[in-house]
C-alpha cells in the first residue's frame, strides 16, 4: 500500500532476521490517542499529510481495535488496563447507580475489579511510568511513577504515586485538564488551551523518560477525543451544522492536532532503542453525531416510566412540556458564547438549586416504573426486583417479557423528523458481558444509525424532546479504535485483523517477558509478531504469576473497596465531565 525511502534502524528487514531463537523481553512505550481513529489517519497519510505515522503503518502491524461496547471511555480504558470486558472489572460508563438509592454518581479506578497492567508489571519487578490514562484516579502504588488524568478532580487532589510528585509537578504548573471548554466565540481559547496543557504534560513526560528507570512507559493524548467531539462539524461537509459563517479557517484543526502528534512521535522515535517496541491504541474511535435521543422521554410515552402524581411533580412536568429543561438552558448559553457556564444549570450545586423546576428521579414514581435510562450510547436498565431499592420486576419470566418488549419497540423506532426506523444493534446484556459483575452492567444497549444519533441518559430529563440536533458535540465514539505495533519484534507492513482493546495488555505482558494471569479476555496479537517471537508455551495464560512482588501493590488490590469521592471532588469531576459532554 505504502513504501518508506528512510527505514527505521529498529525495525528488521522481513528477508534478514536479527533476532535470536529465544529473544530477549522487550521495553514498550504505549502511545494513547483518545478517540484515535485510522477512519482519519489512514486518508491523511495517503495525501502525505502525516509523514511519521506513514513511517510507522508501513514498518509495522496496524489494523482497527474493537472497543468495548458501549465505545464509551471509561469502560474501554478500563479494559484496556485490565484485558478483560467490563462483565468482570465492572464500570461501564463515568457513572453508576449508588447501590441503594436512584442516586447518580461518578466512578473512580478503586471502583474496577481486576489489576491493572502497570499494578500486574509492577509486581513482576519491571518499573514504569504511567501519566495522563483516563480513570487512574486515585493513583495506585506501582513501581515507578503514576500520574493519573481524567477523572481526578483537580490538580490539588493527592494525583500522583508516589504523592510527593504531585509537588514537583504543580511546582512546574502540570496541568491534567485543559481548562477552556468548547463554546462559541472561544474557539480561539479552546484551541490553545488543548496545545497548551499537551505540552505541559509533555514536557514532564520527558523529564520522567530522562531522569527515572522505566522499562514500561505509557501517555494519552486527550486532544484528539476533545477536538473531535466539538469541531467534526468544522471538517464535514456531510454534517448537518458544517458550513456556519467564519468557520472555514477551523475545517482543518483536528488535522492540524494530529499533526502535531506526529511530530511529537518523530522525536519519540529518536529517542528509542532498537529493543524498546512502540504501541500506538485508542480507546475507541470517532465519527460524526448530529442527533440526541432521549430515552426517558421515549420510556414516559410508552408508561414503561412513570412520574409521581403529587402537585410539585405535575407542575415540573407541566413546565418541562413547555421546554423548561437543562439542554434548552445550556443550548442558549451556547449560543451567547458562554458554554462554559452549562454545569450552573444542569447537575452539582446548580442542579441542585433548581432541582424545584427540572425534573429528575427523584419525581419517578419508582413502583411504577419498570425500565428507566442511565448512561450514553444507548443503556436502559431493567427496575429489578433485588437488584433496585424499589424494583418491580420479578427475576425470571417477567424479566424477560419486559426485556423483549423494549427490544421489540426498539426495532420499530422511528425518527420523527423523517420516519425512518435508526436502531441498528440492539444487544441483552448476557450477549454482550460475562463475568461476576454482570449484574452491574446495562440489562439491554443499543445502537442507533451507527452512533450518529446518541442515546443521553447521564441527565435524567435534559429535554423535553424526543430527540434534537446537539449543538454542543457535533463528533461522537464508534466501536473500531486503532492499534499500530513498531520495533523489532514486529512484522513490516501486516494489517490486524479482529483485534480487540483487552487484548492489549497480555500483548504487553507477553513482550516484556512476563506470564500472562489466567482470566484475560483478550490474547497476544500474534499476528503482528515476527515468527522467532512466537513461543506457544509463553502464551498459554498462568493461574498465579511469580515474581519479586512489591507487595504495596498486591495489598492495594486487596484492600480497595470502591472509594466514594469527597462531595468536592465529585462536584469537581462531575463540572469536568459536563465540560466534555459526557455528563448533562
Known amino acids: 500500500m505504502m513504501s518508506d525511502s528512510s527505514p ?27 478517540g484515535g481513529t485510522f477512519d482519519l489517519i489512514e486518508p491523511w497519510v495517503g495525501e502525505g499529510l502525516l509523514p511519521t505515522f506513514r513511517r510507522l503503518m508501513t514498518q509495522g502491524a496496524w489494523g482497527r481495535l474493537r472497543s468495548t461496547m458501549p465505545p464509551i471511555t471509561a469502560p474501554a480504558w478500563s479494559s484496556f488496563a485490565t484485558g478483560k470486558n467490563p462483565g468482570k472489572h465492572g464500570l461501564i460508563d463515568f457513572v453508576f447507580r449508588h447501590p441503594d438509592s436512584y442516586d447518580v454518581l461518578p466512578v473512580n479506578a478503586s471502583m474496577r475489579q481486576g489489576q491493572s497492567l502497570w499494578a500486574l508489571l509492577s509486581e513482576m519487578g519491571s518499573s514504569v511510568i504511567v501519566a495522563n490514562v483516563p480513570v487512574t484516579y486515585p493513583p495506585e502504588p506501582v513501581n515507578g511513577c503514576l500520574i493519573s488524568g481524567l477523572l481526578t478532580p483537580s490538580e490539588q487532589s493527592d494525583f500522583t504515586y508516589p504523592p510527593e510528585l504531585a509537588d514537583e509537578l504543580r511546582a512546574e504548573d502540570y496541568c491534567i485538564h485543559s481548562p477552556q471548554s468548547y463554546a462559541k466565540g472561544d474557539m480561539d481559547c479552546f484551541l490553545r488551551a488543548i496545545y497548551e496543557t499537551t505540552e505541559l504534560q509533555l514536557r514532564v513526560v520527558r523529564r520522567l523518560m530522562r531522569e527515572r528507570p522505566w522499562d514500561f512507559l505509557m501517555y494519552v493524548f486527550r486532544g484528539t477525543d476533545r477536538l473531535q ?20 479557517r477551523y475545517s482543518n484543526a483536528i488535522l492540524a492536532y494530529y499533526q502535531y502528534i506526529d511530530r511529537q512521535l518523530a522525536d519519540l522515535l529518536s529517542q528509542l532503542d532498537s529493543q524498546t517496541v512502540l504501541i500506538l491504541m485508542s480507546d475507541h474511535g470517532a465519527g460524526p453525531f448530529h442527533k440526541y435521543i432521549h430515552m426517558n422521554n421515549w420510556l414516559l410515552d410508552w408508561e414503561l416510566l412513570r412520574l409521581q402524581r403529587g402537585p410539585t411533580t405535575k407542575l415540573k412536568h407541566a413546565m418541562f412540556a413547555l421546554g423548561m429543561t437543562p439542554l434548552n438552558a445550556y443550548n442558549v448559553l451556547l449560543n451567547l458564547g458562554l458554554g462554559g457556564l452549562k454545569g450552573r444549570v444542569t447537575k452539582g450545586k446548580g442542579q441542585k438549586k433548581l432541582a424545584r423546576f427540572f425534573l429528575s428521579f427523584k419525581d419517578i414514581d419508582w413502583p411504577q416504573t419498570r425500565v428507566y435510562s442511565l448512561g450514553n450510547a444507548g443503556q436502559l436498565w431493567v427496575n429489578l426486583r433485588g437488584r433496585e431499592p424499589m424494583g418491580t420486576v420479578a427475576p425470571g419470566s417477567e424479566y424477560d417479557e419486559v426485556c423483549q418488549e423494549v427490544v421489540e419497540r426498539l ?19 448476557e450477549m454482550l458481558f460475562q463475568g461476576p459483575c454482570v449484574e452491574r452492567m446495562p440489562d439491554i444497549v443499543f445502537v442507533p444509525k451507527g452512533f450518529r444519533y446518541l442515546s443521553f441518559g447521564e441527565y435524567e430529563f435534559a429535554s423535553h424532546r424526543l430527540m434534537e440536533v446537539s449543538y454542543g458535540i457535533t463528533g461522537w465514539h464508534r466501536q473500531d479504535g486503532m492499534v499500530l505495533l513498531y520495533g523489532a519484534p514486529v512484522q513490516a507492513g501486516v494489517h490486524l485483523e479482529r483485534a480487540i482493546i483487552e487484548d492489549l495488555a497480555p500483548t504487553v505482558l507477553y513482550l516484556m517477558g512476563h506470564p500472562i494471569p489466567a482470566g484475560m479476555d483478550g490474547c497476544v496479537l500474534t499476528d503482528a509478531l515476527l515468527p522467532e517471537w512466537i513461543d506457544q508455551e509463553r502464551l498459554t495464560p498462568v493461574e498465579v504469576l511469580v515474581g519479586p512482588s512489591t507487595g504495596a501493590v498486591r495489598e492495594h488490590e486487596v484492600s480497595k473497596r470502591g472509594r466514594p469521592y469527597s462531595p468536592d471532588d465529585e462536584e469537581a469531576v462531575r463540572q469536568r465531565l459536563q465540560d466534555l459532554g459526557y455528563l448533562g
Open 229 to 248: 467531539h466539538g469541531l467534526w462539524h468544522f471538517m464535514d461537509p456531510a454534517h448537518p451544522l458544517h458550513g456556519a459563517p467564519g468557520t472555514d
Open 8 to 34: 527505521v534502524s529498529a525495525t528488521p528487514s522481513a528477508s534478514t532476521p536479527s533476532h535470536p531463537a529465544h529473544p530477549s523481553p522487550s521495553k514498550v512505550v504505549i502511545i494513547g490517542l483518545d
Open 411 to 429: 426495532r420499530a423506532m422511528d425518527d420523527p423528523e423523517t420516519g425512518e426506523r435508526f436502531v441498528d444493534q440492539v444487544y441483552t446484556r
